[in-house]
Each structure stands twice: as C-alpha cells, then as structure tokens.
C-alpha cells in the first residue's frame, strides 16, 4: 500500500529528434516486498548505482533516491 506519493519536478530530456517532457513520482510503499506477485527487483539506490545503468533521460530523477 502507497504509504507517501510524492510528485517530483518537472524535467525534459532532448533526444536527437523527440522531446520528452516528464513528470515523476516519488512513491513510499508499506512491505512491498511481501506482496510482490510480478518478480519485480527491489533494488536500494547504492546498489542501483554500482550494478544497474540508468537511461541518460532519467538521470534527473537519479537525485531523488539518493533523498
């Protein structure tokens, strides 16, 4: 269950020929790991940083784990 949803900055990436503007979201959630029915990864920041590359376009929400 969302325990906080927080809506994070607007941000734009600019690729060769597209513009995204993006909107993210913070989400808390209460015991995910228990009620993971979909084989998601839950990963905390430190290790996403060491094993997982993270798209150029969402690099901008990369300082939001970190917080």
């Known amino acids: ?7 994070l900055p607007a941000a734009k990436h600019i690729f060769s020929h597209v513009e995204w503007h993006m ?21 905390h920041p430190e290790e996403i940083e060491k094993k997982y590359p993270i798209p150029s376009a969402f690099e901008k929400y990369m300082k939001e784990l970190r917080a």
Do not use: A, H, Q, S
């Open 1 to 7: 269950m969302p325990v906080r949803i927080e809506e």
């Open 23 to 43: 909107i993210g979201y913070k989400v808390r959630v209460d015991e995910l790991e228990k009620t993971n029915r979909k084989n998601f990864l839950f990963i």
